[in-house]
C-alpha cells in the first residue's frame, strides 16, 4: 500500500459515508460507509434507498451545477441525528456523476450554518426594505417643512371615499401675508410662520378625534373633522384661534390666518364642500383686510 492509498483511507474514516452515483439514474457506483463500519456494496442500487432507506426517489434532491459544491441537511428519523451532505457534479467518460460525503452534525449550533447566514442576510435586507419603503411613503405623502399630509396624499384619501359620510367639517386655511413677511424679512420667517401654522393645526387635529390635517398649498392647509356633531364642528374656528393666538404670543412676527369652514350633515360631493369652505375662507380674508388686521408684526 503507497502512502496515497493510505491517506486516503484515513481521510475516509472522517466522514459518516462518501459515495459516488451516476446522475441520471441515481444509482450508486461506489460507497464507502462508516455508518456500519465496513466498505458497503451499494453498486447499482438507487441512492435513495442505500443513503436514506426510502422506497422512492427524494422530492427534495437538488439539482447541481457542474463543478459547484452543494451542501445541504437532512434528518435520520430511526438514528434521531441530522446529517450534512456535500455533493459535486462532475463528468467522466461522457457521463455525469454526483460525488459526496455525509457527516453526521454534533453540534447542533452547526445546524444549517450556511442557512442561518442567509436568513440572518434575508433578515438584514428586509428591515433595509421595509425602511426604504417607509422613507418613500413619507416622501409620497407627508410635506416636508410641517410634517402634515401633502396635497397628493389628500387627493387620494379623497378619491379612496374615507370621507364619503355625513357630519363632516371642513376648516380652510389660508396664510395671510406670507409674500410680503419672505420679501421683508427672510424665506426663513415666512418658514416659521408656516411651521407655527402647522403646530395649531396639529394640537387642534389632537384634541378632536378623527380630524386629519393637511397642507395642500404653499399657504394653504385644510382640515377633515369626521362623525362631529354641527354644534361641536362650530366651535372648532374659536378653539383654533385660540391656539394660534398663544403661539404667536411673544413672537415678532405674527402668523395670521383666514379660516373658511363648511359643515354637511349627509354624505355630499366633497370636493363641492372643500370649494364651500374655500371661497368662505376668502370671504373672511377679505374681512380682515377691510377691517385693516392683515398687519403681519407685533408692536414691541
Same mark, same amino acid.
Given at each position: ?95 455525469? *456523476? +454526483?460525488?459526496? /460525503?455525509? %457527516?453526521? &452534525?454534533? #453540534?447542533?449550533?452547526? @445546524? ?41 396624499? *389628500? +387627493?387620494?384619501? /379623497?378619491? %379612496?371615499? &374615507?370621507? #364619503?359620510?355625513?357630519? @363632516? ?132
Amino acid at each position: 500500500m503507497d502512502y496515497t492509498e493510505r491517506f486516503i483511507r484515513q481521510i475516509l474514516q472522517c466522514a459518516d459515508a462518501t459515495y459516488i452515483m451516476e446522475e441520471d439514474t441515481g444509482k450508486v457506483v461506489m460507497m464507502h460507509d462508516n455508518l456500519t463500519l465496513r466498505s458497503s456494496d451499494y453498486s447499482g442500487v438507487p441512492c435513495w434507498c442505500a443513503i436514506l432507506g426510502r422506497e422512492e426517489k427524494c422530492p427534495f434532491c437538488p439539482k447541481l451545477t457542474e463543478g459547484v459544491r452543494y451542501s445541504w441537511e437532512y434528518y435520520d428519523s430511526a438514528r434521531k441525528l441530522w446529517y450534512k451532505i456535500n455533493n459535486l457534479l462532475f463528468s467522466s467518460d461522457g457521463k455525469q *456523476y +454526483r460525488a459526496g /460525503i455525509i %457527516s453526521s &452534525i454534533n #453540534d447542533p449550533m452547526a @445546524l444549517n450554518h450556511n442557512t442561518v447566514n442567509e436568513m440572518t442576510e434575508l433578515n438584514r435586507l428586509l428591515e433595509e426594505n421595509r425602511r426604504v419603503k417607509e422613507a418613500f411613503e413619507r416622501e409620497a405623502n407627508l410635506d416636508k417643512m410641517t410634517g402634515l399630509y401633502n396635497r397628493n396624499r *389628500y +387627493r387620494l384619501d /379623497i378619491a %379612496s371615499g &374615507i370621507y #364619503d359620510c355625513g357630519k @363632516l367639517g371642513i376648516l380652510y386655511f389660508d396664510l395671510n401675508n406670507l409674500k410680503t413677511v419672505n420679501d421683508t424679512f427672510c424665506h426663513e420667517a415666512g418658514d416659521k410662520v408656516i411651521v407655527r401654522l402647522a403646530e395649531a393645526m396639529k394640537q387642534l387635529n389632537e384634541d378632536v378625534p378623527a380630524s386629519t390635517a393637511y397642507r395642500i398649498g404653499g399657504d394653504e392647509f385644510v382640515l377633515f373633522v369626521r362623525d362631529i356633531s354641527e354644534a361641536k364642528f362650530s366651535q372648532l374656528k374659536t378653539e383654533f384661534q385660540s391656539i394660534l393666538d398663544r403661539m404667536n404670543d411673544g413672537q415678532p412676527i405674527l402668523c395670521k390666518v383666514a379660516v373658511g369652514v363648511a359643515y354637511s350633515i349627509e354624505k355630499c360631493n366633497v370636493e363641492h364642500l372643500v370649494g364651500k369652505a374655500d371661497k368662505n375662507m376668502y370671504a373672511m380674508k377679505n374681512l380682515m383686510k377691510q377691517e385693516e388686521l392683515f398687519d403681519f408684526t407685533e408692536e414691541k
